[in-house]
């Protein structure tokens, strides 16, 4: 695992005006209508104490930082059971067999 943050905003939730924007403008800038757009979500090293006291000072908290490990670092999706024909699985009662 790489430690790798993102920052995440959920729009439903934001009300706008712009706190993040002023306390992380390294990584947060404010759209004509006061809501935060972020350009590269990726939080480096240095700023993730920054994106920490953004996150705590939403007053709606709309704003959050996720781990983001590296694809390679992810656990392999569950493989699917294969269907076993001819058993007693529950299908069969569906027909009635
Ligand atoms: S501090 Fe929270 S509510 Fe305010 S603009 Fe940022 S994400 Fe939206």
Redesign the pocket.
């Known amino acids: 695992m790489t430690g790798d943050r993102t920052l995440r905003?959920?729009r439903a939730?934001?009300?706008?005006?712009?706190?993040?924007?002023e306390?992380l403008p390294e990584l947060?800038a404010?759209d004509e209508w006061?809501?935060?757009v972020v350009g590269q979500p990726a939080v480096p090293p240095r700023l993730r104490a920054h994106a920490r006291r953004?996150v705590a000072?939403?007053?709606?908290?709309?704003?959050r930082v996720d781990r983001s490990p590296r694809d390679e670092d992810r656990p392999a999706p569950p493989r699917p059971r294969p269907r076993q024909y001819g058993t007693d699985d529950a299908d069969d009662a569906d027909i009635g067999t």
């Not at 939730?13 to 924007?21: K, N, S």
């Not at 000072?57 to 704003?63: E, F, I, S």
Request: glycine share 12%; charged share 10%; aromatic share 4%.
């Open positions: 905003i959920d939730a934001c009300t706008g005006r712009g706190l993040c924007a306390l947060i404010l006061g809501y935060p953004a000072a939403c007053p709606v908290l709309a704003l």
